[in-house]
């Protein structure tokens, strides 16, 4: 359950792409649509994800994760594995008065961040992704779009 206790909240649709700048303190701002999407938390949680991108969370989605995991058979070792590396890698970070949150040596060193970062929206969580690693993506897989799409849908 998330902190608002409810069991049945709403799910968050994130959508959109935000070109932001890592600072020199390894800081990114969150764009203000994205925070009040979120309802404004002060802690989100940051793990490595596929692609070598970061995913972040907030509470109550990160909870919905787990509980989908947890209904994995205990006996799955490729869950257990998972949750493992998964939420041992996960941290969670501040967002600051300013809506910045601080990212992790580890996790810019993990996504190979450089100063130019995109911010993406994907259902559920944000992605954050080198610039030129985001750029190289899309031009990879944008032209299979189309087929991508009939399969996800079929």
Avoid: C
């Amino acid at each position: 359950m998330g902190p608002s206790g409810s069991r049945w909240e709403k799910a968050v649709l994130l959508t959109g792409t935000y070109p932001r700048s890592l600072d020199e303190k390894k800081r990114v701002a969150l764009p203000k649509r994205v925070r009040e999407i979120l309802g404004e938390p002060t802690t989100l949680y940051i793990t490595p994800g596929p692609d070598q991108s970061l995913w972040l969370y907030t509470q109550s989605a990160l909870e919905r994760l787990a509980e989908r995991l947890d209904a994995a058979p205990a006996t799955d070792a490729e869950a257990r594995v998972f949750r493992r590396l998964y939420f041992a890698q996960t941290e969670a970070v501040d967002v600051d008065k300013a809506g910045r949150i601080l990212v992790p040596e580890r996790l810019v060193q993990f996504a190979g961040l450089s100063q130019e970062i995109i911010l993406i929206g994907v259902r559920d969580h944000l992605e954050l992704w080198d610039a030129a690693r985001w750029q190289r993506f899309v031009e990879q897989h944008s032209p299979r779009f189309d087929s991508v799409a009939e399969n996800a849908f079929k």
